[in-house]
């Protein structure tokens, strides 16, 4: 995997109160993450990252807002 890979991550939610989730994140190609070098990233249901600065390429985009997963399953295989 090339190291600067960044992942679309599409937001999907079950119930009428969806809340915000957590994301692990390391550098993607070393074995780190076991001597703690990883981050947690916080994803709310509007789609907003919160993300601490942790010197490490940021990895993840967020594409839209929870969606119920029926919804958002027909909306990416369009």
Same mark, same amino acid.
């Given at each position: 995997?090339?190291? @600067?890979? =960044?992942?679309?991550?599409? $937001?999907?939610?079950?119930?009428?109160?969806?809340?915000?989730?957590?994301? $692990?994140?390391?550098?993607?190609?070393?074995?780190?993450?076991? $001597?703690? @070098?990883?981050? =947690?990233? &916080?994803? &709310?249901?509007?789609?907003?990252?919160?993300? $601490?600065?942790?010197? %490490?390429?940021?990895?993840? %985009? =967020? @594409?839209?807002?929870?969606?119920?997963?029926?919804?958002?399953?027909? @909306? =990416?295989? %369009?």
């Amino acid at each position: 995997m090339d190291g @600067k890979a =960044i992942f679309t991550v599409h $937001l999907a939610a079950y119930g009428d109160h969806p809340r915000p989730c957590e994301l $692990l994140e390391d550098d993607g190609t070393t074995f780190d993450y076991e $001597l703690g @070098k990883w981050a =947690i990233l &916080t994803v &709310t249901p509007d789609g907003k990252l919160l993300r $601490l600065d942790h010197g %490490q390429l940021s990895r993840y %985009q =967020i @594409k839209g807002v929870a969606t119920d997963p029926a919804a958002l399953l027909e @909306k =990416i295989w %369009q």
